[in-house]
């Protein structure tokens, strides 16, 4: 059974900095597409960032493009979303996802397996 664990989570002002955590049992992150989605009240799921088991550059949603960056260690089957200069606007649910694609996709059903998520809130 495959399980998703978010962690890192948090109250933070505007400009700090957090750290989530995603730690999968039952999936080998170095084996799939690993990716990070966010959901504020009443949005829809967004896109932040993904990481493809193929290599190559990480992908990311425009609004989080160079503040946020996503890695993965392989030893500790855990992926990680540092989140650097937070805004208001950067608060949501934030979700870790697995999947089979070869890229670091944005599109939701290309990840079969989900996290619970994390609240994540920017004050202003």
């Known amino acids: 059974q495959v399980q998703l664990a978010e962690s890192g989570g948090g109250l933070v002002q505007a400009g700090g900095s957090l750290r989530l955590s995603c730690a999968a049992s039952?999936?080998?992150?170095?084996?799939?597409?690993m990716g990070w989605f966010r959901q504020a009240p009443g949005k829809e799921r967004e896109f932040v960032a993904a990481?493809?088991?193929?290599?190559?550059?990480?992908y990311y949603g425009d609004s989080v493009k160079g503040r946020f960056t996503i890695s993965r260690d392989n030893a500790k089957n855990t992926v990680y979303l540092q989140m650097n200069s937070l805004k208001p606007e950067d608060t949501a649910v934030y979700c870790c996802?697995?999947?089979?694609?070869?890229?670091?996709?944005?599109?939701?059903?290309?990840?079969?397996?989900w996290g619970q998520g994390t609240q994540v809130t920017v004050s202003s």
């Open positions: 039952g999936l080998t992150v170095r084996r799939y597409t």
């Open positions: 990481t493809s088991w193929s290599g190559g550059r990480p």
């Open positions: 996802a697995g999947g089979a694609t070869a890229l670091p996709s944005p599109a939701l059903w290309e990840y079969a397996y």
